[in-house]
């Protein structure tokens, strides 16, 4: 297969700072205006500034004492990395795009490329939709980053899986077998995976269950309250099932609004609070309307609010539970307080430790697949990490449902025996709620 040559968009860099391995032998050119963009992201506490300033720390350990003119060898097995001055517009490009744009002038780059090297085959990466419409539309091969989509989807989006047909004698001995049945037992196509949960169906009977891969048995998932939540139907049993294992150390719940993914976590947290030093709860800020906060009103903590709000809702409703002259309902607030519980914007967890602590990042449809590794590889002895999120419901313009990080990470994990990912379809938080999510 002929070598490709790939101008890379700066969105790409900052969607995962080693993007420049990921290209196998194919050369790569960087356009200077990405370098000048990213000297823009260098300085901040995100995820996207942390980025920014790896790839130039990479980059100059690339470049050392070597000039960018003749091309810098990437290693064994890859290609050459070039940085480009800028280019000229073509007289087409100059019809149609301004030239004080920084999309246009990466895209002229690409547009040179082609022009001036009919021999090879030149490619635009960007992570920018309208910025590949443009490109395409000026002839210019155009992709988005496809090193870490995901392929099967469907997995992610699946139902718990539904074995009818079973026999009714089976299902009234797992009532009687805390240990559950031998696998062998049953006639059960396909195959369940590790850590599956399941809904087993009779003639008369039926149960929900889970696959003890270890034992090779099935085993009966009873509802288990969590600090005053119970689950509602048959998936949210499964997610409480996991949630309270502390066999199980990461978990993805996927669902639309209002399945009970955050609320189950948190729950599940409170109710295991003994077994961890902290709880963590935190969720990734994303611009509205792609305004910075530093747009917002008030102080650091009057921009963070808003954002934080969901998750003090949540806990509002495990509070509400209780009686306000209870136990349960004070410990939250000394939680809080002793920072025992700490609901923060996930940037503000940069270099903390995550040691025995029970760590639920919401929103994480909105991480990239890097930054969901950076936080599990985080992860310290006896540390639970559990994601949630809606991978239909992507606040990022640079991610969508196969990119983004929860899916990426649910893919990947897939048969590990610490890992479960669950996706809860039915919508408890109220019936108008159920019919909005399912009708606009």
Do not use: C, W
Not at 141 to 150: G, H, L, P, T
Request: glycine share 6%; charged share 30%.
């Amino acid at each position: 297969m002929a070598k490709k040559t790939f101008v890379l968009d700066t969105n790409v860099i900052l969607h995962d700072y080693t993007s420049l391995l990921q290209f196998e032998d194919n050369d790569i050119i960087i356009p200077i205006t990405v370098l000048e963009e990213l000297d823009k992201f260098k300085k901040g506490n995100e995820e996207i500034n942390y980025h920014a300033r790896e790839f130039m720390r990479e980059l100059d350990k690339l470049a050392g004492d070597s000039l960018f003119n003749g091309g810098i060898e990437l290693g064994e097995g890859k290609g050459k990395l070039k940085i480009e001055l800028g280019k000229p517009f073509s007289e087409e490009m100059k019809l149609s795009l301004s030239e004080d744009i920084n999309d246009h002038r990466i895209i002229a780059v690409a547009d040179y490329y082609r022009r001036n090297f009919p021999d090879k085959k030149v490619v635009l990466v960007s992570k920018d939709i309208n910025m590949r419409m443009k490109a395409k539309s000026l002839g210019i091969n155009a992709e988005d980053y496809k090193s870490d989509k995901v392929r099967n989807i469907e997995d992610i989006h699946k139902e718990v899986n539904l074995y009818d047909n079973v026999d009714d004698k089976l299902i009234s001995r797992m009532y009687q077998e805390e240990a559950g049945l031998p696998l062998s037992e049953f006639n059960l196509n396909p195959k369940p995976g590790i850590n599956s949960f399941f809904i087993l169906k009779g003639s008369n009977s039926s149960a929900l269950a889970k696959y003890n891969y270890v034992e090779e048995t099935v085993v009966k998932v009873s509802k288990k309250t969590a600090y005053g939540i119970k689950p509602r139907n048959a998936e949210q049993t499964f997610a409480m099932e996991a949630l309270l294992d502390d066999k199980i150390k990461l978990i993805t719940l996927t669902g639309k609004a209002g399945t009970g993914k955050t609320l189950l976590a948190l729950a599940s947290a409170l109710q295991q609070r003994r077994d961890y030093e902290q709880i963590m709860l935190a969720r990734p800020i994303v611009a509205l309307s792609n305004k910075d906060i530093g747009y917002l009103p008030g102080d650091e903590k009057a921009k963070i609010g808003p954002y934080m709000q969901p998750l003090f809702d949540n806990l509002t409703v495990i509070k509400h539970q209780f009686g306000r002259q209870s136990k349960d309902f004070a410990r939250i607030d000394e939680m809080l307080k002793e920072e025992k519980l700490v609901i923060t914007p996930l940037a503000y967890l940069r270099g903390r430790s995550l040691s025995n602590a029970y760590f639920i990042i919401d929103e994480a449809q909105n991480l990239t697949p890097l930054e969901v590794k950076t936080i599990v590889t985080r992860a310290g002895e006896g540390t639970k990490i559990v994601f949630t999120g809606d991978i239909n419901q992507i606040d990022s313009p640079y991610l969508d449902s196969k990119s983004n990080g929860l899916s990426y990470l649910t893919d990947r994990m897939k048969g590990q025996d610490i890992f479960v990912h669950i996706n809860l379809m039915k919508g408890e938080r109220s019936y108008l709620a159920e019919l909005a999510s399912d009708l606009l």
